[in-house]
């Protein structure tokens, strides 16, 4: 299986979801830019047909911030989360009400997946 990063075709979703961040993404992209945690992390980041959130290709680790439109879309998450595991990548899930009430338990937590 040929697994494509970053492909130049999914540039214009990428582009345009970078451009429309939530409030949540925003606030934790903050923390996590310029290897604030060890590591880099990328956003925007797209492995196969996917585009994650948060991407460190080191470790690994990517980071999704979900909405209420997930609660609709459990089956497609869990395929993709599914896929991700198959290629050996860890996918860590918060709701925006996480990231939004309570940032450090967030980074606490990906800095545990990130030992």
């Known amino acids: 299986m ?46 196969g047909p996917y585009v994650l959130d948060f991407y460190a290709p080191i470790k690994k680790l990517a980071i999704e911030i979900d909405g209420f439109q997930h609660i609709k879309e459990k089956e497609y998450d869990d395929q993709r989360t599914g896929y991700l595991r198959v290629l050996g990548i860890k996918v860590l899930r918060f709701w925006n009400n996480e990231v939004g009430d309570n940032i450090d338990n967030v980074i606490n937590k990906i800095i545990s997946k990130l030992d």
């Open 2 to 47: 040929t697994i494509l990063y970053n492909q130049s075709k999914n540039l214009p979703k990428r582009l345009l979801l970078r451009k429309n961040q939530t409030p949540e993404e925003i606030l934790l992209w903050e923390r996590l830019r310029r290897g604030q945690l060890g590591c880099k992390f990328k956003r925007q980041y797209s492995v």
